[in-house]
C-alpha cells in the first residue's frame, strides 16, 4: 500500500479498508480473516451467499458488533467504531438490510431522527423538518410523502426511507445492504442513478446485492465472500457475472429450471371477478389454473400485494367474486383461506412472516401446527421437527441447528424460513409475494426448481415479484398490473421486458399514446397536491 | 316520625318533602360497616328518609374518602353522616356543610372539629383492653401474646393496637406481646401471618385478631398450623368467628353494635333536622362475647352476620 | 425512462392527496376523541340536576388533579413501551417527604415543595436507571420501587400522617383559589398548566421525539446514534416529577402525608392513560388524549355518585362504561 | 466438487457440536432458575432455625396456592402478549358463585364446584371476546371486567360473605389432606397437579403454540393461516378456569367466599409471571418460571415474618429482593 497524507490523491491510501476480520456468534463462525478494500469514488460490490457474513461485516463497520479480531482503517487511519453513532460521526452510513424505522413516526421524522432542527432554544420546528425533508426526497426523485407514516408505507417505501435516510447524513462512506431486494426495476434505475450521483473523489460506496445482472450496471469492483472467507475481488468490466457466481457458491451453476410451456387446457382452480378494495384495487379480474405458475408483474403499489391480501382475506374486499373449484366462496381471514389450502407468503418478512423471537423449527412448523397435531390437540413435535429438519436441509438454510432464534439468521435465510413454512404445509394454491426477496443466485436456483416441482405436481402458484427476469422466467402467464387495475395479461412466449413495462405504466385514465410526452416533463414527485383522487378518473 | 316504608329506596330526584340523608362512611365492602349500613337503613325505613351509604375501599383512601364527601354535599342532602378517616382532610368540607346549614353526625370515631351535632362511636381503644383483659385472664396473666391487626395507619387500627397493648403494658407483667402484624385484614393473609408467627414462636400461648378478617385469618391461621392451646381473641362479630366460639377454636371476641351505630346515626340526624338537641356524645358501646354468653338474647341481638 | 417518470409522478400525486385528506381527518378524530366524555357528560347532566353546577364542576376537576398529574409522567413512560407502577406509592413517599422537608426540617414552603417534586425525580431515575441501564423489565423494576415506596412512606414517617398545620400556605397550593373568592382551587390551575407544558414537551421537544422513537422501535433509534440508555433514564426521571408534584398535591388537599396511601392510585393513572388511546406497546400517545382519560374516570366516578346509584352497582357501570367508550373510540378511529 | 462437500462436511460437524452446547446450556440455565430462589431460601434457613421446619414449608407452598393458581393461567395471557387484570376479584366473583352453587342452590358439591370453575372460564371468555373481537386493548378490557367483577361480587352476595358450613366436603378441597394423618394441604397437591397440566399444555398443545405464537407476532401468525380471534379468545376463556379454581380453592380455604376480596391479587399475580421471566410483550415464557416466581414471592413474604423483620421494612426489603433477583438472573442469561 503506498503511504501518502490521507486523502489529498487518488492513488493514495484506500478510503476504507478491512483487515484480518473475525466475529464468532454462538455456534457459528460468522467471519474469519475478512478482508476488504474500498477505494476513493468507487461502488464496490460485495456479493456471497446467504449467511456468508456480508451483513455481519457491515455490522462491524457501523459499531453494532464488535470484531473478535481484525483492524479498520479509514482514510488510512485505524478506527474502531463500538455504538452506532460514532460510525456516523465518522461519515459511515449505513441502510440495513432488515429495517430500522421507527413506524409510529413520519417518514420526515424518520429521516432527521436526532438532528431535528428546532425552533428557538428548546423546541423543534416540524416545518422545518418536513421542508428539509421534502428537500431531500425531491433532490433524491423519491416518491415519499414526508408526512405519511412509516408503518403506513410498503415494504418499497421503507426502503427508500431508509436510503433517504443514509443519505441526509454527510456520509463519506455509504453501505447498502441490499437496497434492491424489495424495489422495481424501475425503482432501482432511479437508486442507482442516486449512487452515481452520490459518488465523488472523496466518497465510496459499498453495495450488497443478490441481483447478479444489476452489478454490471452499477459496481466498478466486486469482492466475492465465502462462508466468512474472502475469495476475490475483480473489475466487474473484466469479468463475466458467470465467473462471480461461481466464485460465490464455489462450483458452476448449470441449472436454468423453467417451467413447461402454458398449459390452457388445465382446469381453473381459482377465478377472481371484479375485485376492489377501498383503498387501491379496481375491478381485478383473473384466473389461474391447475398446476399454473402465475406471476403477478407492476410497478411499485401497483396493487399486486393488495389482490395477494384480498385473496387471503387479510384485507377487506369491496366488491368482487372469488371462485375456487367453480364455487364461489367467501374468504374471511387467512384461517379461511388456509382452510381452503391457499396460502400466502407476504412481502415484508419482517412484520407478516417471520416469529423473530422464536426457533427455526417454531417458524416453519407454525402453518403444520394443527394438521401435525393429535385430535386431543398435542403436537406431534418429532414430526414437525423431521419436516424443518428436512426443508432446512433442502432449502440449505445455514444454522446451527432448527433450535436457533430466527432473529440469529441471516437475511436471506430468514427469507428461506418463511419459504419452508409454506413449503411444509400442502397448500393447492401458494402466493408468494416477493419469494426470493434477499435470496442468493444459487439458492434462487434451487427454489426455481421447487416451484417447477410444485406446478409439475399439480399445485397453483401466483409469484408476485419485483424482479422482472424472473417474472419472465418463471411464469406461465403473467398479470401486469398499474394504479390497482389489470392492464395487461401475457403469455409466457410474449412476454418480454418491453411488453411488461408497457403495460405496467399503461395509467388506465390515460391514453397510452400520450405517456411518452407526459413523461417527458422534469419529474416532481413533490408536486403540490392536485384534488384529484387516485384512479378516480376511470373508476365510474 | 311516619311508618312509610321502601323510603331507602335510592333512586335521584327523589320528593322534596323526603328528607335525604347522605352517609360516608370509611369502609363499604367490609361486614362491620354492612351492619352499620343496614342498621342505618332500617332506621331511616322507620323514620320515612331516604339514605345513601358510600365508603373507600381501604381505609388508606384519604382522598377518595374526600371526593366522596364533596359529592354527598353537592347533592344538597338534609343532613350528613360521616366517619373520618383523617378529620383534618375533611375540615374544609365540614365548613362547607356548616355553611349549606347541613347538620353532621359523626360516627364509628370521633372527627376532630366541633362542627358535628354528635358522635355516635364506639370507644375502640377501651374495647381493645377489654379484649387485652380477657386474654390476660384465659392466659393466667403470663405467656407470649401476638398480635394480628388489619391496618398500621388508620385510626381504628392504631387505637385497637395501642388500647390492647397499653393495657397490657399496664396491667399484665407476665405477659410478652410481639412486635404486631398488619394482614391489611386480609383473611388469607392474615392466616399466613399467624402461620409464620406460630413457626417463629412456638411457645405462643394467645393471638388478638384486630378486627373481622385479623380474627378470623388468625383462627384459619391456628386451624391450618395443627397446633392446640392458643388462645385466640377476636374483634367484631362473623359467622366464622362465632362458629370459632362455638367450637372452642376461638375464647371470645368483641363485638362492637354496628346495627346500633348506623340507627344512632339515622336517629341523631333526623333528629338535627327537626332541629331538636342532642348530647355530644352516643356511646354505642363493645360488649365481651363468649361460649357462656353468646346464646344470651342481649348479646345475640348484637352480632351481626 | 420517460413512462417511468409519468409513474412517479402520478403516484407521488396520490401520495400526496392521500396525505391532506388524511391531515383532514386526524383533525376531526381529535375533536372526535371528546365524544365519549361528552356524551357521558351529558348523561349525567340530564339524570341529576346537581350533576350539571358550577361547584360540582369544580369538585370534578378538582378530584381529577392527582390521578391526572400522575397520568400525564406516565404517558412518557408509557409512550416509551414502559411502565411505571411506582407512581401511586411513590406519590405517598413524596408526600411524606415533603411533611418532613417542611414540618420536620423546617425549610420555607417553596423550598419544601421543590425539593418534594426533585424527591420525586429521584424516584423516577431510580427507576430509570434499572430500567434503561441494569435491562430490568419495567413491569417488574417499578413494581419492586413501589413496594419500596410504601415501605419507606410508613418506616419515614413512622405510620402516622404528618399534618401541615403550621406550614401556612401549603394547603393552599391545592385548596386555595387564584382569583380570590371564585371558588377555582389551584391544582386545577396547576393541572392545567402542567398538562399543557407537558403536551408542549412531548409534541415539540427533543425528549417528546425521542420518547416517541424509543417506544416504537427502541432498536432502531439506537441504531439512529441516539442515546436511548440516557433518554430512557431522562424520561423516568422526567415522570417522577410528576409523582413529586402529585405527592405534593394531595398532601395539601389534605392538609396532611398520608403514608399509607397510594396503592391503587397507578392504575387508575395507567388507566386514564391507556382510556386516552396510548397503546401500552409504546409509540402512540397524547397528552390531550391523557386528559380526557383522567376526566372520563372521574366523571363518571362522580356522576355515579351524584345519580345515587348504590355503591355496589357503581363498580359493574364503571366498567361497562369504560369498555363502551373504548370500544365507541375503536370503532371510530376504524372508519 | 471437493471443496463444497469439505464444506458441507465442516457445516454440518459445526452444527451438530453447536447444536450439542447450547442444548446443554439450555438445560444448565433452567436448572439455575431456581438460583435465586435458593439462595433466598438458603439465607432464610441460616436466619432463622424456625424458617426450615416441616410445617413452615407446608406453610409456605399452602401460601402460594391462590397467587401461583392465578399466576399460572395469567402466564399462558401474557404470552400472548396481553394481560388479565380480572383474575382477583374474578376470583372473588367465582368464589361468591360457588357459595351461590353449593350454599344457596344446594348443588352437589362437585357440581358446584365444577360450576363455579366454568364460571371463571365465563368471565375469561368475555375478556377473550373483547380483546379480539371487539379489539379492546386487554389492560382495559380487562381491567373493566375487573371493575365489573368487583362490583358483581358484592351484589350478588349482597356485601356479605357465603359461608360453607353445611357443605361437607367443600373445605377440605384446600385444607384436607389426600394422606390421612399427613398433614400436606390438599390445595397444595391440587397446585402441583394444575401446574404440571398447564406445563403440558403450554409446551405440547397446539394451544401453547399458538399463545407462544400469537405473543411473537400477531400477524404473521394470522397470515400463517391460524384463527388468531379464536385462539385468543380459547386462551383467555382457559386462564379463566384458573380463576375459578382459585375462587374455589380459597373459599375453601377460608370456608366462606369473601365477596370483597380479590383486590390486589392480580399484580400479585403478574408479579410472579413476570418474575419467572416471563416477557409482558409475550411470545416468552414458561410454568416452571412462573411457579418459581410465586415461590420467591412467598418464601419471601414468609421469611421476612419469620426473622421477625419489622413490618413496615418488610416492603422496603422485598421490593429491593426482587429487584436483585430479577437482576442476578438478567446477568446470568447474558453470560
Ligand atoms: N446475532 C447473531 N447471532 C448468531 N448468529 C448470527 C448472528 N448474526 C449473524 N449470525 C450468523 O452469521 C452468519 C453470517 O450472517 P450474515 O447476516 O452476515 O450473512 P449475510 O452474508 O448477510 O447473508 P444474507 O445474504 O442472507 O443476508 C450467518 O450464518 C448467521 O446465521
Ligand atoms: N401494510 C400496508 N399499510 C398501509 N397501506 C398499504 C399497506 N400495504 C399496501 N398499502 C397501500 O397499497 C398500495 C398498493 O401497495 P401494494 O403493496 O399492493 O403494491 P405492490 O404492487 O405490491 O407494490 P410493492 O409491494 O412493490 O410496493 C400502496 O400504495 C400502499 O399505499
Ligand atoms: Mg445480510
Ligand atoms: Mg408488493
Redesign the interface.
Known amino acids: 500500500m503506498t503511504t501518502t497524507v490521507a486523502g489529498q490523491t487518488l492513488t493514495g491510501a484506500p478510503l476504507l479498508e478491512v483487515e484480518g476480520v473475525s466475529k464468532s456468534f ?4 460468522a467471519l474469519s480473516d475478512m478482508r476488504l478494500d474500498l477505494r476513493r469514488g468507487e461502488v464496490l460490490a460485495l456479493v456471497g451467499e446467504n449467511g456468508a457474513g456480508k451483513s455481519t461485516l457491515m455490522k462491524l463497520l457501523s459499531g ?1 458488533y464488535t470484531a473478535d479480531a481484525g483492524q479498520f482503517r479509514l482514510n488510512g487511519r485505524p478506527f474502531h467504531a463500538t ?3 460514532q460510525a ?2 465518522l461519515g459511515i452510513s449505513i441502510i ?1 438490510q432488515d ?7 413520519t417518514v420526515a ?1 424518520n429521516i432527521f ?2 438532528r ?1 432542527p428546532s425552533a428557538g432554544r ?3 420546528s ?1 416545518r422545518e423538518l418536513n421542508a428539509k425533508a421534502k428537500d431531500l426526497v425531491a433532490r433524491l ?1 423519491l ?3 414526508v ?2 407514516l412509516v408503518g403506513n408505507l410498503t415494504v418499497a417505501k421503507q426502503q427508500m426511507v431508509e436510503i433517504a ?1 443514509a443519505l441526509s447524513y454527510d456520509a463519506k462512506v455509504l453501505i447498502m445492504d441490499e437496497p434492491t431486494a424489495a424495489l422495481n426495476y ?1 425503482e432501482v ?2 437508486l442507482h442513478e442516486v449512487i452515481r450521483r452520490f459518488v465523488r473523489e472523496d466518497t465510496g460506496v459499498i453495495y450488497i446485492s443478490h441481483r447478479i445482472d444489476e452489478l454490471k450496471a452499477i459496481a466498478d469492483r466486486i469482492t466475492v465472500i465465502r ?1 466468512g472467507k474472502y475469495v476475490d475481488t475483480v473489475d466487474t468490466q473484466a469479468t463475466s457475472m458467470k465467473e462471480v457466481i461461481s466464485m460465490m457458491v ?2 458452476t451453476l448449470t441449472s436454468d429450471a423453467r417451467p413447461e410451456g402454458v398449459r390452457s387446457d388445465r382446469e381453473v382452480l381459482l377465478s377472481v371477478r371484479g375485485l376492489s378494495t377501498k383503498s387501491l384495487l379496481k375491478d381485478v379480474s383473473f384466473e389461474l389454473r391447475k398446476g399454473e405458475i402465475l406471476g403477478f408483474a407492476g ?3 401497483a396493487g399486486r400485494t393488495e389482490v395477494a391480501r384480498a385473496l ?1 382475506g ?1 384485507d377487506k374486499i369491496d366488491t368482487g367474486t372469488i371462485e375456487l373449484r367453480g364455487k364461489t366462496v367467501k374468504i374471511a ?3 379461511v ?3 381452503h389450502r391457499i ?2 407468503l ?1 412481502e415484508d418478512r419482517k ?8 426457533d427455526v423449527n ?1 417458524n416453519i412448523a ?2 403444520s ?2 394438521e401435525l ?1 393429535t385430535k ?4 406431534k ?1 418429532r414430526a414437525l421437527r423431521a419436516k424443518s429438519e428436512e426443508y432446512v436441509t433442502s432449502l440449505k438454510i ?4 432448527i ?1 436457533q432464534t430466527t432473529k440469529n439468521l441471516s437475511g436471506g435465510n430468514q427469507q428461506k424460513v418463511v419459504m419452508a ?1 409454506w413449503l411444509v ?1 400442502d397448500c393447492d394454491i401458494l402466493i408468494f409475494d416477493e419469494p426470493t426477496r434477499g435470496i442468493d443466485v444459487g439458492a434462487k436456483e434451487e427454489i426455481y426448481g421447487l416451484l417447477n416441482e410444485l406446478a409439475a405436481q399439480g399445485k397453483s402458484i401466483i409469484m408476485i415479484s419485483s424482479e422482472l427476469p424472473e417474472v419472465l422466467r418463471m411464469s406461465h402467464r403473467i398479470v401486469v398490473m ?2 390497482g387495475r389489470v392492464t395487461g395479461l401475457l403469455d409466457a412466449d410474449e412476454a418480454a421486458q418491453e411488453n411488461v ?2 403495460y ?2 399503461l ?1 388506465p385514465d390515460e391514453n397510452p399514446a400520450d ?2 410526452e ?4 422534469p ?12 384512479g378516480r378518473g376511470a373508476g365510474e | 316520625g311516619s311508618s312509610s316504608s321502601g323510603g331507602s329506596s335510592s333512586s335521584g330526584g327523589g320528593s322534596s318533602s323526603q328528607p335525604y340523608i347522605a352517609i360516608v362512611s370509611k369502609g363499604f365492602q367490609q361486614e362491620f360497616w354492612q351492619a352499620v349500613k343496614k342498621g342505618a337503613e332500617q332506621e331511616a325505613a322507620k323514620e320515612g328518609a331516604r339514605i345513601t351509604f358510600v365508603g373507600p375501599p381501604t381505609e388508606a383512601d384519604v382522598e377518595q374518602q374526600i371526593n366522596m364527601l364533596t359529592d354527598a354535599l353537592a347533592k344538597k342532602p338534609s343532613a350528613l353522616g360521616f366517619a373520618a378517616l383523617d378529620s383534618k382532610a375533611a375540615a374544609a368540607l365540614l365548613d362547607q356543610a356548616k355553611s349549606q346549614k347541613i347538620p353532621v353526625v359523626a360516627f364509628d370515631s370521633g372527627v376532630a372539629s366541633d362542627i358535628p351535632v354528635t358522635t355516635a362511636a364506639t370507644d375502640n381503644k377501651a374495647a381493645a383492653a377489654e379484649a387485652a383483659t380477657h386474654m390476660a385472664a384465659l392466659l393466667g396473666g403470663k405467656g407470649t401474646v401476638a398480635m394480628v391487626v388489619h391496618d398500621q395507619t388508620s385510626r381504628s387500627g392504631i387505637d385497637r393496637r395501642d388500647g390492647f397493648m397499653e393495657w397490657m403494658k399496664a396491667n399484665a407483667p407476665g405477659i410478652t406481646v410481639l412486635a404486631p402484624q398488619y394482614g391489611g385484614g386480609d383473611q388469607a393473609k392474615s392466616a399466613d401471618i399467624t402461620k409464620s408467627i406460630i413457626a417463629s414462636h412456638p411457645d405462643i400461648a394467645g393471638i388478638f385478631g384486630s378486627n373481622e378478617g385479623s380474627a378470623v385469618g388468625a383462627i384459619k391461621g391456628v386451624q391450618e398450623s395443627g397446633k392446640h392451646g392458643i388462645t385466640i381473641v377476636g374483634f367484631d362479630s362473623t359467622k366464622a368467628q362465632i362458629d370459632a366460639i362455638k367450637s372452642g377454636v376461638e375464647a371470645g371476641a368483641i363485638t362492637q353494635n354496628p346495627i346500633a351505630i348506623g340507627e344512632q346515626l339515622v336517629k341523631a340526624a333526623m333528629k338535627a333536622i327537626r332541629g331538636e338537641s342532642l348530647p355530644k356524645f352516643i356511646n354505642t358501646g363493645f360488649y365481651w362475647y363468649d361460649k357462656s354468653n353468646i346464646d344470651d338474647p342481649k348479646i345475640q341481638a348484637l352480632l351481626y352476620q | 425512462m420517460a413512462t417511468l417518470m409519468a409513474t412517479l409522478k402520478t403516484s407521488a400525486q396520490r401520495l400526496v392527496t392521500g396525505g391532506v385528506s388524511s391531515a383532514v381527518k386526524d383533525r376531526l378524530q381529535q375533536s372526535l376523541a371528546f365524544a365519549s366524555l361528552i356524551v357521558i357528560f351529558a348523561f349525567f347532566s340530564f339524570a341529576s340536576p346537581d350533576f350539571f353546577t358550577y361547584s360540582n364542576i369544580t369538585a370534578i376537576l378538582f378530584s381529577t388533579v392527582v390521578i391526572g398529574t400522575l397520568a400525564l409522567g406516565t404517558t412518557f413512560v408509557i409512550i416509551t413501551g414502559g411502565i411505571d407502577l411506582s407512581i401511586g406509592t411513590g406519590m405517598a413517599l413524596c408526600a411524606v417527604m415533603s411533611g418532613v422537608f417542611i414540618v420536620n426540617i423546617r425549610l420555607p414552603v417553596g423550598v419544601g415543595v421543590l425539593s418534594a417534586i426533585l424527591f420525586g425525580g429521584l424516584i423516577g431515575l431510580v427507576n430509570g436507571f434499572n430500567v434503561a441501564v441494569l435491562k430490568i423489565p419495567p413491569f417488574i423494576a417499578t413494581l419492586a420501587m413501589m413496594l419500596v415506596a410504601q415501605g419507606l412512606a410508613l418506616v419515614i414517617s413512622h405510620s402516622t400522617p404528618i399534618y401541615f398545620n403550621d406550614a401556612s400556605g401549603y394547603v393552599a397550593i391545592s385548596t386555595g383559589n387564584l382569583i380570590p373568592g371564585v371558588n377555582f382551587p389551584n391544582a386545577v390551575v396547576i393541572l392545567a398548566v402542567v398538562a399543557v407544558v407537558s403536551a408542549v414537551l412531548l409534541k415539540k421537544t427533543v425528549l417528546g421525539r425521542f420518547a416517541y422513537s424509543i417506544g416504537s422501535n427502541e432498536e432502531a433509534t439506537a441504531l439512529s446514534g441516539i442515546n436511548v440508555r440516557k433518554w430512557k433514564i431522562i424520561v423516568y426521571a422526567f415522570a417522577g416529577l410528576f409523582i413529586g408534584l402529585a405527592g405534593v398535591m394531595i398532601s395539601a388537599r389534605l392538609g396532611s402525608a398520608q403514608p399509607a396511601t397510594g396503592m391503587g392510585y397507578e392504575l387508575q393513572a395507567i388507566a386514564a392513560v391507556v382510556i386516552g388511546g396510548t397503546s401500552l406497546s409504546g409509540g402512540k400517545g397524547s397528552i390531550v388524549g391523557t386528559v380526557i382519560g383522567a376526566l372520563i374516570i372521574s366523571v363518571l366516578n362522580n356522576g355515579l355518585q351524584i345519580t345515587s346509584i348504590p355503591q355496589e352497582w357503581q363498580n359493574v357501570i364503571l366498567g361497562g362504561v369504560i369498555l363502551i367508550a373504548v370500544y365507541a373510540d375503536i370503532i371510530r378511529k376504524r372508519t
Open positions: 454462538p455456534g457459528v463462525k453494532i455504538k452506532p453513532k456516523l460521526e440495513h429495517f430500522n424505522l421507527m413506524p409510529h413516526l421524522q431522527i436526532g431535528e428548546f423546541l423543534l416540524e426523485q416518491p415519499l410523502n408526512k405519511q435516510k424501475a434505475a432511479t462462508d464455489g462450483r410497478l411499485m403499489g387471503v387479510a381471514n387467512p384461517a383461506a388456509a382452510k396460502g400466502y407476504s412484520h407478516f412472516g417471520l416469529l423473530l423471537e422464536q417454531a407454525l402453518s401446527v394443527s397435531s386431543l390437540g398435542f403436537v413435535d445455514k444454522t446451527p441447528s433450535n413454512k404445509k398499474c394504479e413495462m408497457h405496467a405504466t395509467r405517456a411518452p407526459l413523461g417527458a416533463e419529474p416532481r414527485p413533490e408536486a403540490e397536491p392536485t384534488p384529484e383522487q387516485p
